[in-house]
């Protein structure tokens, strides 16, 4: 017997970020249980086809997929009057044709990267309840806002006092996120945490 069970239509709007050169393309549909970032066509080319195609268009520069929504990066050159509209087909279109989004064996990878990262990480015997503390607090209360925003926030070291974070997505090479950082992170980690003495920000 056929199975006729037919499909609601894809739908997707636009949401403003921080970010003037960041927009972010939100669907009813779950796009990737998880979070990718690509600010390279390179890594994309290996890890991501909807990224690489997205890479394809002139005034692409960085694509940041997340659960339900792709955030996409500008080229500051353009304007998004001239090109959302062809983003928003383009993403609705590749989400309806359900064509993969991210290849097998992503997250392996990125789990590989981090491991690589920890192991440069240089923690004391002392520090490690502080580390914990800093994590906790970020993934609670600092990184569903920042996914709100079309970007994401990891922690990447803690070294005498000061906290290093990794900001991606919309978040990366944001004007305001150097606000947030100093106003919001940074203020609420030295009031739980009289140990951190600043938040730093890394490129992804």
């Keep these: 017997m056929e ?3 037919v499909k609601s239509p894809v739908l ?4 403003q970020t921080p970010n003037p050169e960041s927009l972010k393309f939100v669907t009813n549909r779950m796009i990737y249980q998880g979070m990718a970032d690509f600010k390279e066509l390179e ?4 890890w991501s086809p909807l990224a690489t ?4 268009l002139p005034f692409v520069k960085a694509v940041y997929i997340n659960n339900n929504f792709v ?6 050159n353009y304007g998004w009057s001239d090109i959302m509209m062809k983003l928003k087909e383009f993403i609705k279109q590749y989400v309806a044709d359900e064509k993969p989004p991210i290849n097998e064996g992503f997250e392996e990878e990125v789990a590989r990267i981090e491991a690589e990262r920890g192991a440069s990480y240089q923690y004391s015997e002392d520090d490690v309840e502080i580390v914990k503390k800093i994590k906790d607090l970020i993934d609670t209360y600092v990184r569903p806002g920042v996914e709100m925003d079309g970007g994401n926030i990891e922690f990447k070291k803690y070294d005498k006092g000061i ?9 990366s090479g944001c004007p305001s996120s150097t606000v947030t950082l100093k106003a919001g992170i940074e203020g609420m980690l030295k009031r739980m945490i009289p140990e951190v003495k600043e938040v730093v920000q890394e490129m992804g």
């Design 12 to 15: 997707i709007y636009t949401e």
């Design 163 to 171: 906290v290093h974070v990794i900001m991606q997505g919309a978040c």
């Design 71 to 76: 955030t996409v990066t500008k080229e500051f």
């Design 43 to 46: 890594f994309a080319q290996k």
């Design 53 to 56: 195609e997205l890479f394809a």
């Design 3 to 5: 199975n006729t069970t």
